[in-house]
C-alpha cells in the first residue's frame, strides 16, 4: 500500500497488498463533493493533494450532500471513487426521509459497487433523530450488508451523544463510528461507547489529544480510529494529535489503520521487515 510520493497504492484491490505496518496510514473520515447549488468545491484532487503531503495513503470519503436530493452527491461520490480507486473508499451519504426508496438505493450502491463500503447519516443535515424508525432501518440494512455507518457526532441536537447511543444500542449487529464529541462531549460520547460495543469512535473534530487516550484506555485500542475530516480538517495536526500521544507501536498502528482496514474488509498484507 505505501508507496513512494507520485505513486498510487492499491487500496481496495481483491488481490493482496504488501504494506509496511510501520508507515500505513488510513483516514477514516475525509470529505470530496462539488455543487454549484450550495457553493461547494472540494473536488477530489484537493483531497488527494492533503493526503500527499500529510503522507496517508487511502481516505474513506463521503460527499456534502444528501441522497436522494437535488444535489449530485452520491453521482460525484462514485465519480470520484471510479478516477481515483486505489486511493479513496465511499462511503454514500444517504437521506433516511424517503424510507424504502433511501434503504433501495442503500442495497444498490454497495451492492453494485465494490468501493462504496459504507453509510454516512448526518443528523443535523437531514434532520431525523439517529434513533428514528427511518434512520434505524437504513442502519439496520447496513448491517445486514456487512458495512459501518458513519453518524456525525458533535455539539449540536440531534446529533449528540445520547442521541447516537440510542441508535446504537437499536441496531446492535451494525458497526457504528462517529466523531469524538466535538468540542464539548469527548466524555459524553466515551460513556455512551462503554455501553454500546458496536460504537467506534474517530479522532477528528475533537481538539483534545488527552481525549483520544481517555478513549483508548476505555474502550480498548480496537475501537478508535484516525480521521481528519478534511478538507475541512488538517491531516497533518490531525495526525500530530495521534503521535504526539507517544502509543505504544502495535495501539498506534491499530488507531491508524488496523482497525478501520478491518471494518472495512480490505485485503491488506503486512511486510515487517
Known amino acids: 500500500m505505501r508507496t513512494q510520493r ?3 497504492p492499491d487500496g481496495c484491490s481483491e488481490t493482496q497488498q504488501r504494506v ?14 462539488e455543487n454549484d447549488i450550495w457553493g461547494w468545491y472540494d473536488p477530489p484532487q484537493k483531497l488527494i493533494a492533503l493526503m500527499d503531503e500529510a503522507g496517508i495513503d487511502l481516505s474513506v470519503v463521503t460527499s ?3 441522497e436522494p436530493g437535488p444535489s449530485p452527491g452520491l453521482q460525484n461520490l462514485e465519480r470520484y471513487l471510479e478516477a481515483y480507486p486505489k486511493r479513496l473508499i465511499g462511503f454514500a451519504r444517504i437521506d433516511p426521509k424517503f424510507g424504502q426508496s433511501s434503504v433501495e438505493l442503500l442495497q444498490r450502491v454497495i451492492r453494485e459497487n465494490p468501493l462504496m463500503r459504507g453509510l454516512k447519516l448526518h443528523p443535523i443535515s437531514n434532520l431525523v433523530k439517529p434513533y428514528a424508525e427511518r434512520c434505524v432501518q437504513l442502519i439496520r440494512t447496513a448491517g445486514q450488508l456487512g458495512v459501518p455507518v458513519f453518524i456525525h457526532c458533535g455539539d449540536a441536537v440531534p446529533a449528540l451523544p445520547l442521541q447516537i447511543g440510542k441508535a446504537a444500542a437499536l441496531c446492535p449487529d451494525t458497526t457504528i463510528i462517529c466523531h469524538l464529541g466535538g468540542y464539548f462531549h469527548a466524555e459524553e460520547i466515551i460513556r455512551v461507547a462503554e455501553r454500546c460495543s458496536n ?22 485500542s480496537e475501537r478508535v480510529v484516525f480521521a481528519s475530516d478534511s478538507p475541512a480538517g488538517d491531516p497533518i495536526s490531525e495526525l500530530e494529535k495521534i503521535r504526539m ?4 507501536r502495535e495501539t498506534e498502528q491499530q488507531v491508524l489503520w488496523r482497525n478501520i482496514a478491518r ?11
Open 263 to 273: 471494518m472495512l474488509q480490505l485485503r491488506i498484507t503486512v511486510d515487517e521487515t
Open 6 to 8: 507520485g505513486e498510487e
Open 199 to 220: 460504537l467506534v469512535l474517530d479522532t477528528s473534530s475533537c481538539p483534545y489529544p488527552q481525549s483520544i487516550r481517555r478513549a483508548i484506555e476505555a474502550l480498548g
Open 64 to 66: 456534502y450532500s444528501d
Open 245 to 248: 500521544l507517544e502509543l505504544p
Open 20 to 33: 509496511n505496518s510501520t508507515a500505513m496510514v488510513i483516514d477514516a473520515h475525509a470529505h470530496a463533493d
